[in-house]
Antibody
Framework: EVQLVQSGAEVKKPGESLKISCKGS????????IAWVRQMPGKGLEWMGI????????RYSPSFQDQVTISADKSISTAYLQWSSLKASDTAIYYC????????????WGRGTLVTVSS | DIQMTQSPSTLSASVGDRVTITCRAS??????LAWYQQKPGKAPKLLIY???SLESGVPSRFSGSGSGTEFTLTISSLQPDDFVTYYC?????????FGQGTKLEIK
């Protein structure tokens, strides 16, 4: 089955670090860009950035540049989103999504990872 | 960044109605526009790509049109399952920005 499986929900304190994951299966992970999308509680979708697992070429939205790090390990078909110092405002659901290689829309989504940052 | 503006933000309608949601881009995005449906507590689901191409498995009551800076999503006959939130997204230029969403409510 073609799918993106995301890591489980996290509860963290402000200032802590965190790395969440998105594992692809059922397709060639190396040749499909993977994006990360944020959805804050009760709000809309925000495009954070995107990575090409084949060579780790990464692009960030200016809004998220220097706030998070996107990486990938093609050997285990997994993309990551990480924070070095979480803030309460990072509380959100984070989705990974696969970009269609021919037409660049997002054709496959993970179920999302809820990150809660609270003291 | 390209700004995507959806209207209306909320739309009240009845089962069987025909509704249209509009998405405007702050600059031309050619036809590089997708529409997603999001149900509560679920990930977004692709409905339409490249402005008017229907994703496999999506009911034919959904259709899209437009080009350049103005786009529409039309649902020809609303079903109970359609009363959720819809987002447009441009994928012409990074960052691939989304509209703010349109919530479809039962009248």
């Amino acid at each position: 089955e073609v799918q993106l499986v995301q890591s489980g929900a996290e509860v963290k304190k402000p200032g802590e670090s965190l790395k969440i994951s998105c594992k692809g299966s059922g397709y060639n992970f190396t040749t499909h860009w993977i994006a990360w999308v944020r959805q804050m509680p009760g709000k809309g979708l925000e495009w954070m950035g995107i990575i090409y697992p084949g060579d780790s070429d990464t692009r960030y939205s200016p809004s998220f540049q220097d706030q998070v790090t996107i990486s990938a390990d093609k050997s285990i078909s997994t993309a990551y989103l990480q924070w070095s110092s979480l803030k309460a405002s990072d509380t959100a659901i984070y989705y990974c999504a696969r970009r269609n290689p021919l037409d660049w829309y997002f054709d496959l989504w993970g179920r999302g990872t809820l990150v809660t940052v609270s003291s | 960044d390209i700004q995507m503006t959806q209207s209306p933000s909320t739309l009240s309608a009845s089962v069987g109605d025909r509704v249209t949601i509009t998405c405007r881009a702050s600059q031309s995005i050619s036809s590089w526009l997708a529409w997603y449906q999001q149900k509560p507590g679920k990930a977004p689901k692709l409905l339409i790509y490249k402005t008017s191409s229907l994703e496999s498995g999506v009911p034919s009551r959904f259709s899209g049109s437009g080009s350049g800076t103005e786009f529409t999503l039309t649902i020809s006959s609303l079903q109970p399952d359609d009363f959720v939130t819809y987002y447009c997204q441009q994928y012409n230029i990074y960052p691939y920005t989304f509209g703010q969403g349109t919530k479809l409510e039962i009248k």
